[in-house]
């Protein structure tokens, strides 16, 4: 699967962005999708995954009730609605996807990867 993210950006802490995620290649509405994070310095770590057959999302707890992640297999497209921003939200934003992800899932899960966007918060 190949992966194009976008609509990141610089906004204020309390506003919001939504991240998309275009996928081409492999079957999209197959495989597992994820949201992960890098901030300069530190890991990458996991946002938001969206399973297959029918199992619960996860969300790490940092994002939850703040961050909510969404697909559309018609359009091959995977979003991340991004609300009261923090600036702790500052990071490179990466799609992932795989056919199988374990749970709770983690960067070794995933083997395709986009090129990020980033997100600022001030």
């Known amino acids: 699967v190949q992966l194009v993210e976008s609509g990141g950006g610089s906004v204020q802490a309390g506003g919001s962005l939504n991240l998309s995620c275009a996928a081409s290649g492999d079957t999209y509405s197959g495989n597992c999708m994820g949201w992960f994070r890098q901030a300069p310095g530190r890991e990458r770590e996991v946002v938001a995954v969206l399973y297959t057959g029918g199992i619960r999302p996860y969300y790490a707890d940092s994002v939850k009730d703040r961050f909510s992640a969404s697909r559309d297999n018609d359009k091959n497209t995977f979003y991340l609605q991004m609300n009261s921003l923090k600036p702790e939200d500052t990071a490179m934003y990466y799609c992932?996807?795989?056919?199988?992800?374990?749970?709770?899932?983690?960067?070794?899960?995933?083997?395709?990867w986009g090129q990020g966007t980033q997100v600022t918060v001030s």
């Open positions: 992932a996807a795989n056919r199988v992800v374990g749970f709770p899932p983690g960067t070794a899960d995933f083997k395709s």
